[in-house]
């Protein structure tokens, strides 16, 4: 019986706040068109209160950030991503992934940058099906630091990291180690940023580079922090981040 009380007052929620967020110009007919089946589809699966919030709270980041693309003069795609003889087209299986994505996100904080890409994806041609799926597939599977560590690295030639390498910590505080590994996947892993090669002095070998200072965004990160917004993270956010990595090297 609680189940079912809780799938109806989801059913409630979803459709007192489709409407506002969905609502667009009607430049954006389709766009709104394409969301709101898909969004409606997901709101009405059985899913909990706590789920409906973070599908919606998605739903609105990806119409505030329509709003602002508008506003910067830029236009909705023109190729097949919304497809009118295509019901489930590029459009929609993109909307069903973030939205997805976003409704089993318990790092809550992930949830407007999801909601974001769905935006941003709407309005970039060069972002096809394989990009957009590894962008919602990575930005799902990575952590929130992670998401703050790309911010981090992105700023990085004008408000560097702290002097240091990347693993060579010698803390024993939990957080400042898990900070480290976080950025090491980002690197070694996901290959999502990178330093320029150092040169052995004799042979002139190239050997990696972990030095945090010197770390760049690769092609994969640059392409998440752009359709992710990974600039608007705050610097309260940031702070803490940046600290645990320092205190790794003391």
Not at 20 to 27: D, F, G, L, R
């Amino acid at each position: 019986m609680g189940n079912a009380n809780g799938a109806h007052a989801a059913d409630s929620a979803s459709n007192e706040a489709l409407p506002s967020i969905i609502a667009v110009p009607v430049e954006g007919e389709l766009f709104a068109a394409r969301i709101e089946v898909v969004a409606t589809e997901v709101l009405q699966r059985r899913i909990s209160e706590r789920e409906t919030f973070r599908t919606t709270q998605a739903l609105s980041a990806a119409r505030e950030m329509y709003d602002n693309l508008r506003a910067a003069g830029l236009d909705l795609r023109g190729d097949t991503f919304f497809d009118p003889a295509n019901s489930y087209d590029m459009a929609s299986q993109i909307t069903e992934g973030i939205l997805t994505a976003a409704q089993r996100q318990w790092e809550e904080k992930k949830i407007r940058h999801l909601g974001y890409a769905l935006a941003q994806i709407a309005f970039h041609e060069e972002i096809d099906m394989r990009t957009a799926a590894f962008v919602v597939h990575t930005a799902e599977s990575l952590s929130w630091t992670q998401f703050v560590l790309l911010s981090l690295v992105a700023e990085n030639a004008q408000n560097p990291l702290p002097p240091g390498e990347v693993g060579r910590h010698h803390g024993t505080e939990w957080q400042s180690w898990t900070a480290h590994r976080q950025l090491s996947a980002l690197w070694t892993q996901w290959e999502l940023i990178g330093a320029e090669p150092r040169e052995t002095p004799n042979m002139k070998l190239k050997v990696p580079n972990s030095s945090l200072p010197e770390f760049r965004l690769g092609a994969g990160g640059y392409l998440l922090n752009e359709l992710l917004r990974l600039e608007d993270i705050s610097e309260s956010d940031k702070a803490p981040v940046r600290e645990a990595l320092r205190a790794e090297l003391k």
